[in-house]
């Protein structure tokens, strides 16, 4: 049984322009950490967005928030 049931945070697809803007407000170019602080910034996230983890199994120390941004 996946949690992505339960994740209310933006899918992958509905990054793409925020990702693309926010390149550009880097410059064109910046870390992954920098762009993802950015994209959290900008779409304004809360905390549980930000912290919930990818996947069910507790195996996982990726956030859905970064699998959807990878």
Do not use: W
């Amino acid at each position: 049984m996946s949690l992505i049931k339960d994740y209310s945070g933006p899918k992958r697809y509905e990054l793409f322009k925020v990702t693309l803007e926010v390149l550009d407000k880097l410059g064109g170019s910046g870390r992954i950490d920098e762009i993802h602080e950015k994209i959290i910034d900008v779409l304004n996230l809360t905390e549980e967005v930000i912290d919930y983890p990818h996947g069910d199994s507790g195996r996982s120390y990726q956030t859905e928030l970064e699998y959807q941004l990878a």
